[in-house]
């Protein structure tokens, strides 16, 4: 049974920095990639960033220069450092991976970290 679990939310001033933790279990962690997305209230779920198995990065736009996606294999857990934060960072950030069952995709989803940015 894949779970991934978040940790690490809160509320944080304009400029301020959080790190997002996610811990995976039931999945082979080195050999899949893992990403964050984000959803905030009255919008659709949005990618964020993920990193490969390989430890390749790639980021959305409106995380680039400010988030940085990182992995422990030892640990089987995934992290997102996120500077300079904004308001319209705001919202409920998830963790995501994926696996093949046949010649289908599941997609995996944490329950959700809230993050508030609010002076």
């Known amino acids: 049974q894949v779970q991934l679990v978040e940790s690490g939310g809160g509320l944080v001033q304009p400029g301020g920095s959080l790190r997002l933790s996610c811990a995976a279990s039931?999945?082979?962690?080195?050999?899949?990639?893992m990403g964050w997305y984000r959803q905030a209230p009255g919008k659709q779920r949005e990618f964020i960033a993920v990193?490969?198995?390989?430890?390749?990065?790639n980021y959305a736009d409106s995380a680039k220069g400010r988030f940085t996606i990182s992995r422990d294999a030892a640990k089987n857990a995934v992290y997102l450092q996120m500077n300079s934060l904004k308001p319209e960072d705001t919202a409920v950030y998830y963790c995501?991976?994926?696996?093949?069952?046949?010649?289908?995709?599941?997609?995996?989803w944490g329950q959700g970290a809230q993050v508030t940015v609010s002076s």
């Open positions: 039931g999945i082979i962690f080195r050999f899949h990639a």
């Open positions: 995501h991976t994926d696996r093949s069952v046949g010649t289908a995709t599941m997609d995996y």
């Open positions: 990193i490969t198995s390989g430890g390749s990065t």
